[in-house]
Each structure stands twice: as structure tokens, then as C-alpha cells.
């Protein structure tokens, strides 16, 4: 389980590095979003938005599993006892 929670916490920094990017690039004129002559929204960046999410959903799942597991070997070694 320890590799699952690495994981977890590694993919929750990967969700937060996204998000931050994404946050920094439209601060900057070069890579902020607009809208183009045509009415067209341009955003540089999108990308990283479903990647966070993604991320995001991926490591909770991940928490959700570590906590299934803990309480069911809790709940082993109370039985044992």
C-alpha cells in the first residue's frame, strides 16, 4: 500500500502543477486566451485542465481504495482477535 499512496500523492502534485501552469500562462500576453477574429475562444493552455482533473479523479479513486483496504484488514485483525 505504501506504493499506492506514493502514487496518489504524485499524481495529486502532478494535478497541482497543471493547475498552477495553467494559472501563470494566462498572466503573461503571449499565452493568455482571446477571442479571434472569427469569435473563437483561443486558450494556449487547455490542455492542462483536463489533464488535472484527470489527475485529480485518478488519486482520489486511489485514496479511496487505500481506505477500503485499511478498513477491511482493521476489521480482519479485530475478527482474529
Known amino acids: 500500500m505504501k506504493k499506492t499512496r ?4 504524485i499524481l ?3 494535478a497541482f502543477i497543471c493547475l498552477a501552469l495553467k494559472a501563470i500562462t ?3 500576453p503571449g499565452t493568455a486566451s482571446y ?3 472569427d ?3 483561443i486558450e494556449p493552455f487547455f490542455g492542462l485542465l ?3 482533473v484527470l489527475f485529480i479523479t485518478i488519486g482520489s479513486l486511489l485514496v ?6 485499511f478498513l477491511v484488514r482493521r476489521q ?3 475478527i482474529n482477535k
Open 64 to 69: 479511496i481504495v487505500q481506505i477500503i483496504h
Open 50 to 52: 483536463p489533464l488535472a
Open 26 to 28: 494566462e498572466s503573461f
Open 39 to 41: 469569435g473563437f475562444l
Open 6 to 9: 506514493t502514487f496518489s500523492i
Open 76 to 78: 480482519n485483525n479485530s
Open 12 to 14: 495529486f502534485s502532478i
Open 35 to 37: 477571442i479571434n477574429a
